[in-house]
């Protein structure tokens, strides 16, 4: 009870509202202030070590972090840079992405418009396994039946799309262990995750949209491009992005199937390049506490890129928002 | 108001179901190269005593528990002795880790292995830091495994492929490309090799392996080898496998190709090895006793009681049947103030590993056992740990 008088506006609801305190409510609401708290905590401890760390090996190395291609920071002097390592984690996310979303907006249309529903669930249950394979078993098959096999897909690029440079490859014999590879491998990977997303989102579309289109007289696909994709599009998006921060972090798949090497190259047929996190778990076992250092660095880089590319990702999506009616 | 979705599609289901069936079959099996795992059967031919006594084995046991992690290229041997020497002593159990050589030395350094397995000696800073376990004393490196680096190549209709060091560096840097090389044609006379292009497989990951066969190179062929040795792939050029078993995969599955890996991953897989021209009488094969006559030739350089070894006379040696490139990984202890519960059980293992009864073990899984005058220092070594 307040002593002091109250404004007259002060609305009544609020007040009672107030007054009804009970033990459960306050230990629930310090219980969710606490993990609200500890999340914070973990998060600047975790920022602060990585920072630490890696600020500590840049000072020591002689190359320039940023654009060296090496990865010694064993030699003496130490030199290290992550230019390679950049380069190709984009590169490779990249290929992913350009394989994996159009088929993924596919099938999700396919299970939520095409497909009888007797066929749908199957489906989406196989697409759900997809997504329970471990990445090492993804990286196995890669590496035993995903190169071979894709040696004459290389070929065939090469010999009618290697004026284009990019799909020039230097060595025709060499094994397909490329970045290339590596992004289907990717793209098969992310697919369920932008699948399952995609189809939610889809099925979210309200009913009265498509009727109304189909009223007009639209087609099943001008439904789809009248009403069901503009609806929908923030909604992909969020679970392209889903796909591409596996993609950039996917570690063991890329290890077992790549070729790295310490050579930036734009023919991403060429068995050359790397990633952070294929460089990390390459060079970690051999480490010493120096080479930690520098390895945690390039994660904290990795780490960067990732948020950069969360802020982008959330920027169209507010940007989306008020066409698409997804706010509603 | 419903939607008719289209139907008629009944056909794609039985695809479906093959789809899933495919992906639940798709499991990839892998090579175990181990082959044995440690048992812990109960032995009944030592009485469970405390303190040491002999067995019908010849192995003095202790008891206890040991903790110890490191090289991954001796794992297998370390593997083969634990199951020995726990099957005749009850009572005692040791635990190897086989991580890798660098996690190996910061464990044993920080104080929690009783010791350490390394595929290179011990660094000055590494020493330094050891001194802060070892009370009195500090880290030292007792050879104990060794073993040749197989160069393995798929060349279908070349069986008999001889090279020598320059040619094998010049290869491995990409100076030399096709397989009818004039190099290669000089060294492998009457052998119809073929003009494709040279596929060279590197380790991906850093390593001792790679560390020791570019020792090898610039020991043996520095012109030909512009880069200091590493454990990280220096050359330009070729391609890169994860571990010494995806090396090994990718030269059985890529014509062409040659890489390097421990002995027994050639055995395994079934791939030929080249046999190196070093000046000798004939060219010498990859065997584990070619690589004890080559280990032979290297020099203690360690000052007692530690026994790093020098092993540039070795890679340069002309002597008969001495296969030259070859790596010797290390154990490495306290000299002095190794820590009073393990120190029995420590001194009883590593002298069972380092007698002939244990090095006789190392032949059958790809490692060559040490030449007499090492062992004979090694074993004095380990008795006077304290």
């Not at chain 1, 107030?18 to 600047?44: C, E, Q």
């Not at chain 2, 200091?228 to 050029?237: I, L, P, T, V």
């Not at chain 2, 530690?306 to 001495?322: E, P, Q």
Request: aromatic share 6%; proline share 5%.
């Amino acid at each position: 009870m307040t002593t002091t008088a109250p404004p007259p506006t002060t609305p009544e609801p609020h007040r009672v509202a107030r007054t009804v305190s009970r033990p459960g409510d306050r230990i629930f609401a310090g219980m969710a202030r606490g993990s609200g708290i500890l999340l914070l905590i973990v998060m600047a401890a975790i920022a602060l070590f990585l920072t630490v760390r890696a600020v500590s090996a840049i000072s020591k190395d002689h190359g320039n972090f940023l654009t060296t291609f090496e990865w010694t920071p064993s030699l003496n002097p130490p030199v290290f840079g992550i230019a390679v390592l950049a380069y190709g984690t984009v590169v490779s996310s990249v290929i992913a992405m350009a394989i994996a979303v159009p088929i993924a907006i596919g099938i999700a249309l396919f299970i939520t418009h095409y497909a009888p529903r007797r066929l749908g669930g199957p489906i989406a249950y196989v697409i759900d396994l997809l997504a329970a394979v471990p990445s090492i078993v993804y990286g196995l098959w890669g590496a035993l039946f995903l190169v071979p096999h894709l040696r004459g897909v290389n070929l065939w690029l090469d010999d009618y799309f290697g004026w284009t440079y990019i799909f020039h490859k230097q060595d025709p014999n060499s094994a397909a262990r490329s970045l290339f590879t590596v992004g289907i491998l990717l793209a098969i990977m992310i697919l369920p995750i932008i699948t399952n997303v995609s189809r939610e989102v889809i099925n979210q579309v309200p009913k009265m949209h498509e009727e109304a289109a189909l009223a007009l007289g639209a087609t099943r696909w001008e439904v789809i491009r009248l009403s069901v994709l503009p609806f929908a599009r923030s909604g992909i998006i969020s679970a392209s992005m889903l796909g591409l921060g596996r993609a950039l972090g996917e570690t063991m798949a890329v290890a077992t199937v790549l070729s790295a090497s310490p050579v930036l190259s734009a023919r991403i047929l060429d068995p050359v390049g790397g990633t952070f996190s294929q460089n990390i778990v390459a060079k970690f076992g051999e480490a010493d506490d120096f080479g930690r250092d520098a390895l945690i660095a390039s994660g904290l880089v990795l780490f960067l890129i990732t948020l950069l590319v969360n802020g982008a990702a959330r920027m169209i999506i507010q940007r989306r928002k008020e066409y698409s009616g997804a706010n509603a | 108001m419903k939607l008719q979705r289209k139907s008629g599609l009944r056909a794609l289901t039985v695809g479906a179901v093959a789809i899933t069936g495919a992906l639940v079959l798709s499991a990839c099996g892998s090579d175990d190269n181990s082959g044995s795992t440690p048992s812990n059967s109960a032995s009944s031919s030592n009485s469970a005593s405390s303190g040491t006594g002999s067995n019908a084995a010849g192995i003095s046991c202790a008891t206890g528990k040991l903790l110890s992690s490191g090289s991954t290229a001796q794992q297998n041997a370390i593997e083969s002795w634990v199951k020995d020497y726990q099957q005749a002593c009850s009572g005692a159990t040791i635990n190897y880790k086989p991580s890798s050589s660098g996690e190996g030395i910061i464990d044993f350094n920080n104080g929690t292995d009783a010791f350490a397995g390394s595929d290179s000696p011990l660094k000055p800073e590494e020493v330094a830091k050891s001194k802060s376990v070892c009370t009195g004393g500090t880290g030292i490196n007792i050879p104990m495994v060794g073993g040749p680096i197989a160069v393995g190549y798929n060349l279908p209709g070349v069986n008999n492929l001889v090279l020598n060091a320059s040619t094998l560096a010049k290869i491995f840097n990409g100076k030399i490309s096709t397989w009818n090389d004039q190099a290669i044609k000089a060294l492998n006379p009457g052998v119809n090799l073929p003009s494709t292009k040279i596929q060279s497989v590197h380790r991906q990951d850093d390593s001792g392996t790679t560390d020791n066969l570019t020792k090898y190179f610039k020991g043996a062929a520095p012109a030909d080898w512009p880069y200091e040795h590493a454990k990280a792939w220096a050359a330009k050029g070729g391609q890169a496998a994860a571990k010494s078993a995806g090396v090994a995969a990718l030269v059985k599955q890529t014509e062409g190709s040659i890489g390097y890996f421990e002995l027994s991953y050639a055995t395994a897989s079934q791939i030929p090895t080249v046999k190196i021209n070093t000046g000798a009488a004939a060219p010498v094969e990859a065997t584990t006793a070619n690589a004890s006559a080559g280990i032979a030739q290297a020099k203690v350089k360690g000052t007692a009681p530690d026994l790093a070894l020098d092993l540039s006379a070795a890679y340069t040696t002309k002597a008969d049947n001495a296969y030259p490139i070859v790596l010797v990984t290390y154990e490495i202890a306290c000299d002095k103030g190794n820590k009073a519960d393990t120190l029995a059980l420590t001194k009883s293992f590593l002298n069972y590993i380092a007698s002939d009864a244990g090095q006789a073990k190392l032949t059958d899984a790809g490692y060559a056992p040490l030449p007499t005058a090492i062992a004979t220092q090694v074993r004095t070594t380990i008795s006077a740990l304290s």
